[in-house]
């Protein structure tokens, strides 16, 4: 799976602390704040690895993977392959969209 080096740069350091959502959306929350909104695909909201600090973000296709330096891994699919991750900073300031 290929490395979606744009969002690593973003969320590299920053610690899950807690995923929440529905079926078509997940929200997943940082310790600085900011929050990630990702409109997921058939299957809904995954169970959740233990939350640990973002290493490195991987893409392919529908399949979104946040990789934790603890070496557990968040998975998501997303909606569709594009537009469906919004990042925003704790003052709801726009960080990343895809």
């Known amino acids: 799976m290929a490395a979606n080096h744009k969002l690593t740069m973003v969320l590299q350091g920053r610690r899950v602390t807690s ?22 695909g058939a299957g809904g909201l995954p169970a959740v690895p233990a939350f640990g600090r973002v290493r490195a973000v991987r893409q392919q296709g529908t399949t979104l993977d946040l990789d934790y330096d603890t070496g557990g891994t968040l998975a998501l699919v997303t909606a569709e392959a594009t537009s469906s991750v919004l990042l925003r900073a704790a003052n709801g300031s726009l960080e990343y969209a895809d």
């Open 19 to 40: 995923v929440d959502g529905g079926p078509a959306t997940a929200v997943v929350h940082f310790d600085d704040g900011a929050t990630m909104t990702v409109q997921l």
